[in-house]
């Protein structure tokens, strides 16, 4: 076994194709990102070819995303893949790096920063203290960036299982459950409830009562008031 | 139905005459029969590689073709064959609720439920088996023993008369030292603690206005007894210590710990989670009030741990839990309560897990826990010295030496990567299964500086090769991370 593995394990970290959707340690916007028409994961490159075709579903950019992890067999270049988009991910400096910021129930450290931008789409920014989690919000933000808040509230945990890597993902096909350290759906729930929130505050449903140090924010619903998770309601800023 | 209880775990029923010729027995073999390990006794081979084949989980490929090496025995334990025959047997053979029906397999499941009593007892050595509550975890017993004991024991005592009588008899300063006011009768406890030993007095003293001291760490990062001899004071009611640490390793002296607590007339709630499956546990030895340990920990089923508590106290407490069982009688408007232990074990019980926890017991003692013990310690600084070979490691908790064991878990952090990676890593890559993350020790997390720690633990069907498996799958994760850094 350690023979096969050490061989595995010197691989230098460069020595397959990068990532699908950064080709550089500099970012690429969404915008740029094409689908060629050949859907093949090999022949997919990523960015400013003429005549593009741009990517513009989440589910497409899914279907890409679970497709590139699925095409490498090994855990290992699975693990080395999300480090690769780990690398990419611009990352949160330190006043970003809050405990209002931070997403509930990871067994690692992750900051999550939510604002609708003027387009009413959403944008996300993430960063971890593990460089595996950061590579899980790096693709999950790659996929969920600039998505309209429906596409994000509509976008199912049980999507990412197909992605077969990390912790509290399932390797046997089952739908991974509420693990307790479960990154992918932790991250993706904060990230749905956070645009929830703000869908509501857009939409004027949602207002906010100071108390002391505790902001109680209040919506209407079905005539009564539904008091909203505290934590979601640390990023609107009223 | 007659018991047959072995009296102290310690004890070892091997026959050292019948040696046999071959250690491991095949595991088709053990798969047939019964009750107790695999083997009978050699010296050459270690008690690892003895008892392995009792645990059928353990011979099995992850992902696909690499071989598990499980190292987070101090999470939960592997069961063996003994206890899912035993469970098995308790579902096919006579499932029946206990204490209930006269029929015949209701009698047989009570019979032997209470028989697995007599063991827990009989294996922690207390006097009575009355003294052992089943609950559903070691949680739940501490939960117990905080809503039951700590409600009525360090509230205000406003119903007590003497209350005005000793302030006006003897001044405010002698009234403040008696620890009749709340304010000042306090809770010892550790930073160490698991989250479980902490909560539940947290919650308990909100009501009661109680205040819960912790205990620091001294310099060999173990809990600073000095120090907990200096805090114990007479308004001091409990004091609430492990005796192991999930995270730092440390044994503590729980019978010096007792004596010191009793001198000023605390009682003792011990955590015994990550010692009775491990060591010798003498709860008459160590005079504990009360100790909790967990099932799933000592090789028996999820779902059941227990509470030991001393009768006196058990019998003066206050029920936790109502329902059936713990009745003597029901009226509409009162009900009065059965005696200890079923004054604690409302509705039906896990009878199931119960059983199966008997067969644990009886797999353990038939290997004889001080022979456990002294193979795990054995292990233990195996683990911890090669460990030390890995670059920029840091392992929490004492250094071993001539006066200081360690148990056999090693937490550990290693430069610059996060725990949770080298832990992802030596899953994926090489089937190693170990724990990443706080452990449910928080505050001890924060105490030490870090967020996050990797752990493994090992029991005795672990064996040497394990750790060099481990230790080599972990020096090529770090390598690893640091090259892609």
């Known amino acids: ?238 | 139905m007659e018991a047959v209880v072995p009296k102290l775990a310690s004890f070892n029923l091997l026959n050292p005459k019948s040696k046999s010729k071959s250690a491991i027995r095949r595991f088709s073999s053990a798969l047939c029969v019964s009750s107790s390990p695999s083997v009978t006794s050699t010296d050459s081979v270690s008690l690892g590689h003895i008892t392995r084949p009792d645990f059928p989980i353990l011979h099995q490929e992850v992902y696909g073709s690499k071989k598990l090496v499980y190292l987070d025995n101090a999470a939960t334990s592997q069961k063996p064959i003994a206890v899912l025959k035993a469970l098995q047997n308790y579902y096919e053979a006579y499932n029946s609720n206990v204490h209930r029906g006269i029929h015949f397999l209701s009698a047989k499941a009570t019979d032997e439920y209470e028989l697995a009593r007599k063991k827990v007892a009989a294996f922690i050595n207390a006097s009575d088996s009355g003294e052992i509550v089943f609950t559903k975890n070691a949680t739940e017993a501490i939960n117990l023993v905080a809503y039951s004991w700590g409600l009525s024991n360090l509230k205000s005592g406003d119903e007590n008369e003497d209350h005005l009588f000793v302030f006006l008899a003897s001044g405010y300063k002698a009234y403040k030292d008696t620890g009749f006011w709340p304010k000042y009768i306090s809770v010892i406890l550790t930073v160490a603690e698991h989250h479980s030993a902490i909560v539940p007095w947290q919650l308990v003293a909100q009501k009661t206005g109680a205040n819960l001291k912790f205990l620091n760490l001294n310099d060999d990062e173990s809990p600073d007894l000095d120090k907990l001899k200096e805090m114990l004071s007479r308004k001091t009611k409990l004091v609430v210590i492990h005796h192991i640490s999930n995270m730092l390793a440390s044994i503590l002296p729980i019978e010096e710990i007792v004596h010191w607590s009793h001198d000023v007339g605390a009682k003792v709630l011990v955590d015994a989670c990550q010692s009775v499956p491990h060591m010798v546990v003498d709860v008459q030895g160590l005079d504990a009030d009360f100790l909790v340990a967990s099932s799933h920990k000592m090789c028996g089923p999820t779902g059941i741990g227990f509470l030991f508590g001393k009768s006196d106290l058990l019998s003066a407490m206050p029920p936790f839990l109502g329902g059936g069982e713990m009745i003597s009688d029901v009226f509409l408007d009162h009900s009065t309560f059965a005696d200890p232990p079923s004054r604690f074990e409302a509705g039906t019980p896990a009878i199931g897990e119960a059983i199966g926890l008997g067969a644990a017991i009886d797999y353990l003692s038939t290997i004889g826990m001080q022979k456990i013990h002294a193979y795990e310690m054995e292990l233990a600084k195996y683990l911890y010295e090669n460990l030390l070979s890995i670059p920029n490691i840091r392992i929490y908790g004492p250094k071993p030496s001539e006066h200081v064991q360690r148990a056999a878990l090693c937490s550990f952090n290693v430069e610059n990567i996060h725990p949770t990676d080298i832990a992802t890593l030596l899953d994926q890559q090489y089937g190693v299964a170990i724990r990443s993350g706080h452990h449910c020790a928080q505050p001890l997390h924060r105490y030490l500086g870090v967020n996050a720690s990797a752990r493994a633990s090992l029991h005795f069907y672990n064996t040497k090769e394990d750790v060099d498996e481990f230790i080599h799958a972990l020096n090529e994760t770090v390598s690893f991370f640091n090259v892609f850094k």
């Open chain 1, 1 to 238: 076994m350690s023979l096969k593995l050490s061989s595995t394990l010197n691989t230098s970290r460069r020595s397959f194709s990068p990532p699908l959707f950064f080709s550089n340690v500099k970012r690429t916007p969404i915008s740029n990102i094409r689908i060629p028409r050949n859907r093949s994961v090999k022949s997919f490159t990523c960015v400013h070819e003429r005549n593009p075709e741009p990517i513009t579903t989440t589910s497409t950019k899914l279907q890409l995303l679970v497709s590139e992890f699925n095409s490498l067999t090994e855990p290992i270049d699975r693990v080395k893949r999300l480090l690769d988009y780990a690398a990419v991910l611009p990352g949160l400096d330190e006043s970003g790096r809050v405990q209002a910021k931070k997403v509930a129930g990871c067994a690692t450290q992750v900051w999550l920063e939510v604002v609708m931008d003027e387009r009413g789409r959403m944008r996300f920014r993430a960063d971890s203290d593990s460089e595996i989690s950061k590579g899980f919000c790096s693709c999950l933000i790659m996929v969920l960036d600039g998505a309209e808040p429906e596409e994000v509230l509509g976008f199912k945990t049980e999507d990412l299982t197909e992605m077969n890597v990390g912790v509290g993902v399932s390797h046997v096909g089952i739908k991974a459950g509420a693990s307790r350290v479960n990154t992918w759906q932790n991250v993706l729930l904060a990230m749905q409830k956070r645009t929830r929130c703000l869908v509501m505050k857009r939409e004027g449903k949602v207002f906010a009562v100071l108390r002391g140090t505790i902001h109680v924010i209040m919506c209407p619903v079905s005539s009564t008031y539904k008091l909203l998770a505290a934590d979601a309601l640390l990023y609107m800023s009223f």
